[in-house]
T-cell receptor, first 117, second 113 residues
Framework: GAVVSQHPSRVICKSGTSVKIECRSL??????MFWYRQFPKKSLMLMAT?????????EQGVEKDKFLINHASLTLSTLTVTSAHPEDSSFYIC?????????????FGPGTRLTVL | AQSVTQLGSHVSVSEGALVLLRCNYS??????LFWYVQYPNQGLQLLLK??????LVKGINGFEAEFKKSETSFHLTKPSAHMSDAAEYFC???????????FGTGTRLLVSP
């Protein structure tokens, strides 16, 4: 139980284009989803927290207009990197917490490797 | 504010030896504490968590951790290392009310034959 998937697992795009990453909870309803960014050999940095049907809450220093987050349903959240540039290249990981019995633990997706050329 | 300190960016052990990964936390409120493992190019997998029940927590793959409030520690141990344990391990703390996880910088466990 508590499986989170991400799609795509890897994406390469040209500078200036937009990329959408999907995060899905497969066997539970995710009331809250989180988006992290991980630089090589570094820890995870929380980018934003999203609750279903609400606007995402972004961490300080994260550009809202660059990293668009949508949490339209209890099983799906998307992160869109708009006008991507090489410095946006990173490993993006989502996590989700669920309803009763699961609210105290985040379950992580497998991550998406973004490379911007 | 909450924070986590993981002592040692790399820990090397021989197969069959004791694994000890250190984690100290700082929190102004009773914390939830977690250990996650990350294999190369993968997401994080929950090993175990402390949420105010028993202070000795047993997790998957033979790992366990003990919450010591007096030492503000939550060290991860495994009696006998296996080659498949080689990975990056992250300790994390959360504020129960807000669920936000604060991660340590990670410890890479290397296991030699």
């Amino acid at each position: 139980g508590a499986v989170v998937s991400q799609h795509p697992s890897r994406v390469i795009c040209k500078s200036g284009t937009s990329v959408k990453i999907e995060c899905r909870s497969l066997d539970f309803q995710a009331t809250t989803m989180f988006w992290y960014r991980q630089f090589p050999k570094k820890s995870l940095m929380l980018m934003a927290t999203s609750n279903e049907g609400s606007k995402a809450t972004y961490e300080q220093g994260v550009e809202k207009d660059k990293f668009l987050i949508n949490h339209a349903s209890l099983t799906l959240s998307t992160l869109t990197v708009t006008s991507a540039h090489p410095e946006d290249s990173s490993f993006y990981i989502c996590s989700a917490t669920g309803l009763a019995g699961m609210v105290d633990t985040q379950y992580f997706g497998p991550g998406t490797r973004l490379t911007v050329l | 504010a909450q924070s986590v300190t993981q002592l040692g960016s790399h820990v090397s052990v021989s197969e069959g030896a004791l694994v000890l990964l250190r984690c100290n936390y700082s929190s102004s409120v009773p914390p939830y504490l977690f250990w996650y493992v990350q294999y190369p190019n993968q997401g994080l997998q929950l090993l175990l968590k402390y949420t105010s029940a028993a202070t000795l927590v047993k997790g998957i793959n033979g790992f366990e951790a003990e919450f010591k409030k007096s030492e503000t520690s939550f060290h991860l141990t495994k009696p006998s290392a296996h080659m498949s344990d080689a990975a990056e391990y992250f300790c994390a703390v959360s504020d129960r009310g807000f669920q936000k996880l604060v991660f340590g910088t990670g410890t890479r466990l290397l296991v030699s034959p």
